[in-house]
């Protein structure tokens, strides 16, 4: 496909969603709270800010339980346990819940919520919502009046931060408890959607609602469609209500916003890796090493076997935008507490450095189905999917394996989940805050 040809794919796609704009409306099952003027404040106040230029009050006098990790933050880098703590016996958090890496101390270690300091201020049990308890007990939520929701989603489908967030729906629709989202932008922008919608018998944790893998929407918008559609288990509904952000616009990055970026998970220190992951990590339902457990995680792809000249040549002649390749030689020595054993770990790789330069015309998904088709056409006898299930589960349906199997032009992947671009985009219309 010619560049000018992607270039118009993007556009296009980019004139069909912002058509489809709209502020706040009203919903069947859903609330969304009237703010304060805030609009001639420079930057962004997210959903937490919001909450505190109200003071709390709608928090006041209620016994809550609180979805949160290390990315709960203020306009001043504050934590959300922060902040209650100073409110005093205001507020009674009777449990605090975490996501799959519960706190984080940095990209590259966890830590448990009293590491971090935060059990003690409030004396409440700390759950982490992973392995073998994926959703709240029954009896963690004896005395609890609301949930509160606040933490920052990278947007990107394979996540399972939002599944966890639909866990705690669900449980909270089951006890008839209410629960409240503070809003988060899409770190990657509110107007680019990209990649297939997850097909039904590949759903799982790591695709876990029928979204594309970048669906551009923020945390309150992506509640609200879980609850407003049904999606919690059962088809039920929850008393959902969203404080909303304020000054955001959909083509701002995270970097744009003034929110101080803290790291979204283990082994993504920053927006551009972060941006890179959203294709990248298809290559870990590979034997291909993408670089975790060495400095530049998803910015490195590699294997001993490789030569890299030959597939850095290969890849500069496809001509894609956005991105630039040099040949790189690393080891994927662990630099993690989490990932202690990353593929290749004490070998020296060979493969590709990848240099994004400019974010609005890089597609993480083609440039990772590219690199996999150079490889895979280099190396036949030496490449292959490691978990054919899981890189099924990663990418919504078995159509990529299929498609670079049949030595198809990776240029043509697009294609196939543009229908689902547009589809998703007049189905989410009616759920979008700004």
Known sequence: MPKVTIHLFHLF???????GLSRSQDFENSSV?????????????????????????PLSGLNLAILTNQTSVNREGIHLLDLLASRGEEIQVEVIFTPQHGFLANATQEVTVAEAGYESFHGAPVRRLWGGEMRPKINDLAKVDLILVDFQDPGTRFFSFMTTATKVMEIAAFLDIAVMVLDRPNPMNGIVIDGPIVRSQYQSYLGYHLVPIRHGLTVGEYSIMINESGWIRQGDRVALNVVPMVNWKREMWMDETGIPWVHVATNIPDLTTLLAYMG????????????????SPYLLVGAPWIREKIIVESLRRKGLE?????????????????????RYRGEKCGGVRILITDREKFSPIL??????????????????????AYVDKLYGHDYLRIFLAQERDPFK???TWSHDVMKFSQFRKKFLLY
């Not at 034997?287 to 060495?294: A, D």
Request: negative net charge.
């Open 367 to 388: 440039t990772a189905a590219t690199i996999l088709s150079v490889v895979s056409a280099h190396y036949p006898r030496r490449f292959r999917w490691e978990d054919e």
């Open 413 to 415: 992947l697009p294609a």
């Open 33 to 57: 709270t009237s703010v304060p003027e805030l609009e001639f404040y420079p930057g962004v106040f997210t959903g937490l800010d919001v909450l505190q230029e109200m003071q709390f009050k």
């Open 322 to 342: 956005g991105v630039e390749f040099s040949p790189a030689v690393f080891n994927p020595d662990s630099l993690s507490t989490i990932v202690s054993r990353p």
């Open 13 to 19: 796609t980019a004139i069909l969603i912002l058509t």
């Open 280 to 295: 990248m990590g298809l290559i870990e339902g590979t034997n291909l090493s993408c670089g975790v457990g060495t400095d």
